[in-house]
């Protein structure tokens, strides 16, 4: 069992898993935080007011474990943002109630940093849970038309990790400073659910601040199972419209008139495919919410603009220009580049 810590003093590192209707998989996944070899951590689970009251009580169970219970649903976004400002830890990881993590998942992130004392955004090697041998992801990859996607999703593992920075974390099982992430703003309330991770992700490299994968610190993943899978109509919605408003308000002013028509273009030949084509009309309706909130998205991206660091050349590098990566889901992990000075607090 992980072990407990004394009130007063501070762990190295705050565990936040936010649980809604998350039944069985939460129970495993703090059953795996409990093993983990890496003891300096508190482990915070907010119960996003699931309507399954499981959630609470099996948190409760574990005694080490300090539950909040909200009273409404915050999305992930503004329970991460909670977890952000009850945390106690320098270090702020999000771990999915879907997500197992490796007895020495924690240790191996931690020894990163330690390896690295100039990065200060951490991912973790994600392998599906329900299909032996094929990876979830590494990291997250953005492509020259806008769409995002994790590196190497359901792929087989053939060793393509290797410790490399890559273009975002992926919020099932990160670890990030908690100070930066809350000097940037945290989460985009308004995204509530998914690309949220990409949003931040996007913010840092704007902020010249390079996110690491960590190939050696594996987790085991289901996927969306608590939004009913990923096809389903809450995810299609707010992917698709999550989707834009990230590029609306992180890409950069020359970047836009090439990324948008591209985004366009890519969105109706995947929308277009066999298998998606009874989501037409929800995707259609995301799109209009897209551009409905796209004013709200421009006037948050004048304050993460304000916040750039990155030149336009060092943002298109770090995104893919290849397709075959975005067909293929191809993983892209580039050499670490040397973290810019930053501004004295």
Same mark, same amino acid.
């Given at each position: 069992?992980?072990?407990?810590?004394?009130?007063?003093?501070?762990?190295?590192?705050?565990?936040?898993?936010?649980?809604?209707?998350?039944?069985?998989?939460?129970?495993?996944?703090?059953?795996?935080?409990?093993?983990?070899?890496?003891?300096?951590?508190?482990?915070?689970?907010?119960?996003?007011?699931?309507?399954?009251?499981?959630?609470?009580?099996?948190?409760?169970? *574990?005694?080490?474990?300090?539950?909040? =219970?909200?009273?409404?649903?915050?999305?992930?976004?503004?329970?991460?943002?909670?977890?952000? =400002?009850?945390? $106690?830890?320098?270090?702020?990881?999000?771990?999915?109630?879907?997500?197992?993590?490796?007895?020495?998942?924690?240790?191996?992130?931690?020894?990163?940093?330690?390896?690295?004392?100039?990065?200060?955004?951490?991912?973790?090697?994600?392998?599906?849970?329900?299909?032996?041998?094929?990876?979830?992801?590494?990291?997250?990859?953005?492509?020259?038309?806008?769409?995002?996607?994790?590196?190497?999703?359901?792929?087989?593992?053939?060793?393509?990790?290797?410790?490399?920075?890559?273009?975002?974390?992926?919020?099932?099982?990160?670890?990030?400073? $908690?100070?930066?992430?809350?000097?940037?703003?945290?989460?985009?309330?308004?995204?509530?659910?998914?690309?949220?991770?990409?949003?931040?992700?996007?913010?840092?490299?704007?902020?010249?601040?390079?996110?690491?994968?960590?190939?050696?610190?594996?987790?085991?993943?289901?996927?969306?199972?608590?939004?009913?899978? =990923?096809?389903?109509?809450?995810?299609? *919605?707010?992917?698709?419209?999550?989707?834009?408003?990230?590029?609306?308000?992180?890409?950069?002013?020359?970047?836009?008139?090439?990324?948008?028509?591209?985004?366009?273009?890519?969105?109706?030949?995947?929308?277009?495919?066999?298998?998606?084509?009874?989501?037409?009309?929800?995707?259609?309706?995301?799109?209009?919410?897209?551009?409905?909130?796209?004013?709200?998205? *421009?006037?948050? $991206?004048?304050?993460?603009?304000?916040?750039? =660091?990155?030149?336009?050349?060092?943002?298109?590098?770090?995104?893919?220009?290849?397709?075959?990566?975005?067909?293929?889901?191809?993983?892209?992990?580039?050499?670490?580049?040397?973290?810019?000075?930053?501004?004295?607090?």
């Amino acid at each position: 069992m992980a072990q407990r810590r004394d009130d007063d003093k501070t762990p190295a590192a705050t565990v936040c898993v936010i649980a809604y209707n998350s039944g069985p998989t939460l129970h495993a996944c703090l059953e795996h935080l409990g093993a983990q070899t890496f003891r300096d951590f508190e482990t915070l689970v907010i119960d996003n007011a699931s309507p399954d009251p499981g959630d609470a009580a099996i948190a409760a169970g *574990f005694p080490w474990v300090r539950l909040t =219970r909200n009273t409404e649903n915050l999305g992930f976004t503004g329970a991460g943002n909670q977890a952000a =400002r009850e945390g $106690r830890g320098r270090w702020l990881v999000l771990l999915n109630p879907d997500a197992y993590a490796e007895p020495d998942w924690l240790g191996r992130l931690m020894a990163a940093a330690g390896r690295h004392p100039e990065v200060l955004s951490f991912t973790s090697r994600q392998m599906a849970a329900d299909a032996p041998g094929m990876l979830d992801g590494l990291g997250d990859v953005m492509s020259i038309t806008g769409i995002p996607y994790r590196g190497g999703y359901l792929n087989p593992d053939l060793g393509q990790a290797k410790e490399g920075e890559v273009f975002s974390p992926c919020g099932a099982a990160m670890m990030i400073d $908690r100070a930066l992430f809350l000097r940037l703003g945290g989460f985009d309330e308004a995204f509530f659910c998914y690309g949220e991770d990409v949003d931040l992700g996007y913010r840092l490299q704007l902020a010249g601040e390079p996110t690491l994968l960590v190939p050696d610190a594996v987790i085991q993943h289901e996927g969306s199972a608590s939004t009913g899978g =990923r096809k389903s109509e809450f995810a299609v *919605f707010h992917g698709t419209r999550n989707r834009f408003w990230v590029l609306f308000k992180n890409t950069p002013a020359l970047l836009l008139p090439l990324v948008v028509p591209l985004h366009l273009l890519a969105l109706t030949a995947i929308y277009l495919r066999r298998e998606n084509r009874p989501h037409i009309r929800l995707i259609l309706r995301a799109v209009r919410a897209a551009f409905a909130g796209a004013p709200a998205m *421009f006037r948050a $991206r004048r304050d993460v603009q304000r916040l750039r =660091r990155a030149s336009v050349w060092q943002v298109a590098r770090a995104m893919t220009w290849n397709p075959r990566d975005l067909s293929g889901r191809r993983p892209v992990i580039k050499p670490l580049r040397p973290a810019p000075p930053r501004p004295r607090d």
